[in-house]
Nanobody
Framework: QVQLVESGGGSAQAGGSLRLSCAAS????????LGWFRQPPGKEREGVAL???????KYADNVEGRFTISKENAASFFYLQMTNLKPEDSAMYYC????????????????????YGQGTQVTVSP
């Protein structure tokens, strides 16, 4: 059974940091494009970061330089390190797996191409 479980969300002040984790079971995560998406209240889901099977990464413009996606293939975990957080980063964050090995920048705008976990809430106060 395939399953994605996020953890590590919570509250932070602007300028602070949080690290999200995703436990992937039933997947060989080294085969797939992995990602993090977020959905603020009342808004559409948006792509944040992607990491391909070969380790190549893609980031949304509004997190580039602040967020880092990484993975541990052997442990079937992947992560989102978030630094210099801003109030506009507040959202429900979801880890995701695509059905392909490579990631392309346009996939950040195609959330329907991914399978998701249940999400973890991130709230950043001014």
């Amino acid at each position: 059974q395939v399953q994605l479980v996020e953890s590590g969300g919570g509250s932070a002040q602007a300028g602070g940091s949080l690290r999200l984790s995703c436990a992937a079971s039933g997947y060989r995560i080294d085969w797939y494009c992995l990602g993090w998406f977020r959905q603020p209240p009342g808004k559409e889901r948006e792509g944040v970061a992607l990491i391909a099977s070969n380790g190549d990464t893609k980031y949304a413009d509004n997190v580039e330089g602040r967020f880092t996606i990484s993975k541990e293939n052997a442990a079937s975990f992947f992560y989102l390190q978030m630094t210099n957080l801003k109030p506009e980063d507040s959202a429900m964050y979801y880890c995701a797996v695509a059905d392909r090995s490579l990631c392309y920048e346009f996939m950040l705008r195609e959330p329907e191409s991914f399978t998701y976990g249940q999400g973890t809430q991130v709230t950043v106060s001014p």
